[in-house]
C-alpha cells in the first residue's frame, strides 16, 4: 500500500489577482438558442441562457446593447452567456429538467499574462464573442490520466507535457459535489459529472458546473469558424502565460450553474447534459460581449477590490434580484410549443439522443448511442484547486456557517468521505520560514514507514487544505480504489 499526503496551500488574497464576480439571478430563457453555433435557426439542444433581453438566435453585438433589460446584476453588462441545461432520464425513458439554482455566475478574473505583465487586460472589443469547451468531446484524455485522479500540482503540468490547448481546456471544466455540511471542494477540480449514486449520497445541495473560458487572445479575430481558435488558454488554465500567437490578455471569465441533482436522490434514472452527455466531457459554454468597451475597460483597471464585490466597484450601476428574474425573453415561434421544462415526454429537447464515448459524438446526432463507458466512480472529495485560488465560488448561493475562503477563520474539521479510506495520521506540517517572497513552490517528501507524505507549498497563504488520499493498487493493474480523509487546518501564516 501506498500513501500519499498532499498538501495545498492556497493563495492569500494579498498575493491574488482582483476579480469580480457577477451574478445572473435570472434565467433569461430555457430554450433552444444559440446565435454563435445556429445563427437565425434551433439550436441542436436546450441552453439555461442569461444576460441582455437583446438575445435571440440572431442576436449580434449591437442586439445585446440595445436590449431593455439583462438577467445580471449590473446594468451595464449586455453580454450574454449561455450553457447546455441539465436533464434527468427517468427509467421509463422520460425526461425531467433538473432545477437551475440561484442563476449563474460569471467571474471576471483580472489575471495578468505572467509571460507579459506589463501588458495589462483588455476589455473584450466589440463583436467579441467565443465557446469553451466542445459539444461533441466524450472522453478525457490528458496523457497518464483518467478523469477520476486529481490533477497533479499545477507546477508539474509543463514537465508532464499537459499544457496542450486541449489538455487546459479539459481542465478548464469543473464537477463540484455541493454539501454545505463539509469543507468546499476546490474549483475546477473533478473534470466530470460523478454518477447518479454518488451524487445522491454526497451531493446534497447538488453539483455546481464551472468552467472557465481561454483568456489569451490573439488581438485581431472578435470570432473564428469554430469560434474558438481567436483564443487560448494560459498554461495553468486561469493563470499562466499566453501561448505564442496569443498576445492580449482578457479578462478571465469562469461560469458557474448550480443544478439541483439532489431532487431526484432515491429516483432511478441518470443526468445528462441537453447535448446528450452523460459524463460530462462535452460540457461548454457561450459568451457574447454585450458591454461598452470603453466602459469594460474602465472597469477592468479600476474595479480591483480584492473582495470580488460587484457592490465594491462605483462604477456599477446594480439592480436588485427581482430585477435581474424580470429580465426574461420569449422563446421564437418555432420553439413556442416545445416543452423544455418539467416532464417533458421521452426525448431530450431537440430530439438529442445520449451519446456515450470515447469517440466523439456525431454533430448530427443520429441517436447511434453505443454502449455506455465506464462512468468513474472514485469518491474523492476537496483537494487542491486546479485554480490555485482560495475564491469562494459559488458561495454566494449559500451562507456557509463555517466560511471559507480569503477570509475564513476554518475550524480544523475531520470528514470522512469513504468507509474503505485508510486515512493516515498526519501531523500537521510546520509552517516555513518566513522569507518574503509570495511566488514559493517547494515540494518536500517525508516518509514514515510506508506512508510518503508530499508537501507542496505554494505562494502566500492564509488558510491550508490537507488531503489525505489513500491508494489501494491491486497488483495486475486491477482497478485503484482511492478514498479520501480530509483535515481542516485552519492556521494563518505567511510563508
Ligand atoms: C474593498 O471593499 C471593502 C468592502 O468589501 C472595503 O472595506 C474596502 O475599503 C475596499 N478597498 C478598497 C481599496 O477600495
Ligand atoms: C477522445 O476525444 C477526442 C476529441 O473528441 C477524439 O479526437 C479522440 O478520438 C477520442 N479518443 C478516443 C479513444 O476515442
Redesign the pocket.
Known amino acids: 500500500m501506498r500513501i500519499n499526503l498532499s498538501l495545498a496551500v492556497l493563495a492569500a488574497a494579498s498575493g491574488a489577482d482582483a476579480f469580480w464576480r457577477m451574478e445572473c439571478r435570472g434565467r433569461l430563457s430555457l430554450a433552444r438558442i444559440d446565435p454563435l453555433v445556429s445563427p437565425g435557426e434551433v439550436a441542436a439542444h436546450a441552453h439555461a441562457i442569461h444576460g441582455s433581453s437583446g438575445f435571440s438566435e440572431k442576436a449580434n453585438y449591437e442586439d445585446l446593447l440595445k436590449g431593455d433589460c439583462t438577467s445580471c446584476a449590473v446594468t451595464q453588462d449586455k453580454s450574454a452567456y449561455w450553457t447546455p441545461a441539465m436533464y434527468f432520464k427517468h427509467a421509463n425513458g422520460d425526461y425531467q429538467d433538473v432545477p437551475q439554482v440561484g442563476g449563474m455566475l460569471a467571474y471576471y478574473f483580472l489575471n495578468k499574462d505572467d509571460g507579459n505583465p506589463g501588458g495589462g487586460i483588455k476589455a473584450f472589443p466589440e463583436d467579441f464573442r467565443m465557446i469553451a469547451g466542445?459539444t461533441?468531446?466524450?472522453?478525457?484524455?490528458i496523457s497518464g490520466q483518467d478523469a477520476s485522479q486529481p490533477d497533479p500540482e499545477k507546477s508539474r503540468w509543463a514537465s508532464l507535457g499537459q499544457t496542450k490547448q486541449?489538455d487546459l481546456a479539459q481542465r478548464a471544466l469543473g464537477y463540484n459535489c455541493l454539501n454545505y455540511d463539509k469543507q468546499a471542494e476546490g474549483s475546477l477540480y473533478r473534470h466530470y459529472l460523478p454518477d447518479k449514486a454518488y451524487l445522491d449520497a454526497n451531493c446534497i445541495q447538488g453539483v455546481r458546473i464551472e468552467i472557465m473560458f481561454p483568456s489569451c487572445w490573439d488581438g485581431k479575430n472578435t470570432d473564428s469558424p469554430d469560434h474558438r481558435s481567436h483564443v487560448a488558454y494560459p498554461d495553468l488554465v486561469m493563470t499562466g502565460s499566453c501561448p505564442p500567437g496569443f498576445p492580449v490578455k482578457l479578462p478571465g471569465l469562469f461560469y458557474e450553474t448550480i443544478w439541483d441533482t439532489h431532487a431526484f436522490a432515491g429516483v432511478e434514472g441518470e443526468f445528462v447534459i441537453a447535448n446528450g452527455d452523460v459524463n460530462g466531457?462535452?460540457y461548454h459554454a457561450d459568451f457574447m460581449n454585450g458591454w461598452e468597451v470603453p466602459f469594460l475597460q474602465k472597469a477592468v483597471d479600476q474595479c480591483t477590490n480584492l473582495s470580488g464585490r460587484i457592490e465594491d466597484c462605483s462604477l456599477f450601476d446594480i439592480q436588485t434580484e427581482d430585477e435581474q428574474r424580470m429580465c426574461t425573453i420569449d422563446a421564437p415561434s418555432a420553439l413556442s410549443a416545445e416543452k423544455v421544462a418539467g416532464l417533458i415526454g421521452n426525448a431530450l429537447p431537440g430530439n438529442v439522443k445520449i451519446q456515450y464515448?470515447?469517440?466523439?459524438?456525431t454533430a448530427k446526432n443520429p441517436g447511434s448511442a453505443t454502449v455506455p463507458v465506464d462512468v468513474p466512480t472514485v469518491t474523492y472529495s476537496e483537494g487542491h484547486s486546479a485554480t490555485g485560488s482560495s475564491y469562494t465560488q459559488g458561495l454566494i448561493f449559500h451562507e456557509l456557517s463555517t466560511s471559507v475562503g480569503v477570509d475564513a477563520q476554518a475550524q480544523p474539521t475531520s470528514v470522512g468521505v469513504n468507509a474503505q479510506a485508510q486515512p493516515a495520521t498526519t501531523p500537521a506540517p510546520e509552517p516555513p520560514a518566513d522569507d518574503g517572497k509570495y511566488e514559493i513552490v517547494r515540494t518536500e517528501y517525508v516518509t514514515s514507514g510506508d506512508v510518503v507524505n508530499m508537501i507542496i507549498i505554494k505562494e502566500a497563504v492564509e488558510y491550508i487544505t490537507v488531503t489525505t488520499t489513500t491508494v489501494t493498487a491491486t497488483v495486475g493493474g486491477a482497478k485503484a480504489r482511492r478514498g479520501a480523509h480530509l483535515h481542516r487546518h485552519g492556521r494563518r501564516h505567511r510563508l
Open positions: 466542445d461533441l468531446r466524450r472522453n478525457y484524455t486541449t466531457f462535452g464515448g470515447p469517440g466523439p459524438a
